[in-house]
């Protein structure tokens, strides 16, 4: 199985901050990473799917790079409505796995 | 408006059993792979078994085999989750979730229903 390890697995940060979220792959999955955003109480929403592609509605502030095994999902200004918890995922190969997640709370 | 509604949750002793179903709108059902993907409470999400759009392939997670089956009865737009032998690790949200139209299962969610709860306590 490939595990996925996301780091850090919490954080606080302010609206406006850059925010940077890692996710490693325990083996070379090429762009095969999705990213997703949880809300308490909530299904959780596709943000970034192939690494670097952004879901069609989510905005400019999100994006994903990375290859391999070593990802990234970047928020250029936090906004309210962002503190979240946000998952990585691979589509490489089943079983298909999940991080552990990031809890992203308000400074 | 696409949408996934689960039922069928609930509370069960270990080694009981309990049927899912989740029924899709806004969509054309029959050319979707679909997953079940669940979060345990307050842990991270966890892959359970999807399904091709004909039901001609089926994969699951190692920790559910030969006790949960996936189905589906396109005709009803329905997916289903046979769960047999619950264990008490089996206590999470069940989420139904949407996978792509292609002829090879994607791996990626981009509709997910409100999830089901299912308690397996004794």
């Known amino acids: 199985d490939i595990l996925m390890t996301q780091s850090p697995s919490s954080l606080s940060a302010s609206v406006g901050d850059r925010v940077i979220i890692t996710c490693r792959a325990s083996?070379?999955?090429?762009?095969?990473l999705n990213w997703y955003q949880q809300k308490p109480g909530k299904a959780p929403k596709l943000l970034i799917q192939?690494?670097?592609s952004l879901q069609s509605g989510v905005p400019s502030r999100f994006s994903g790079s990375g290859s391999g095994t070593d990802f990234t999902l970047t928020i250029s200004s936090l906004q309210p409505e962002d503190f979240a918890t946000y998952h990585c995922q691979q589509s490489y190969r089943i079983p298909l796995t999940f991080g552990g997640g990031t809890k992203v709370q308000i400074k | 408006e696409v949408q996934l509604v689960e039922s069928g949750g609930g509370s069960v002793q270990p080694g009981g059993s309990l049927r899912l179903s989740c029924v899709a709108s806004?969509?054309?059902?029959?050319?979707?792979?679909m997953s079940w993907v669940r979060q345990a409470p307050g842990k991270g999400l966890e892959w359970v078994a999807n399904i091709k759009q004909d039901g001609s392939e089926k994969y699951n997670v190692d920790s559910v085999k030969g006790r949960f089956t996936i189905s589906r009865d396109n005709a009803k737009n329905s997916l289903f989750l046979q769960m047999n032998g619950l264990r008490v690790e089996d206590t999470a949200v069940y989420y139904c979730?949407?996978?792509?139209?292609?002829?090879?299962?994607?791996?990626?969610?981009?509709?997910w229903g409100q999830g089901t709860l299912v308690t397996v306590s004794s």
């Open positions: 083996q070379s999955m090429s762009n095969y």
């Open positions: 192939a690494a670097s």
């Open positions: 979730a949407r996978e792509g139209p292609y002829d090879f299962w994607s791996g990626n969610y981009d509709y």
């Open positions: 806004g969509f054309t059902f029959s050319n979707y792979w």
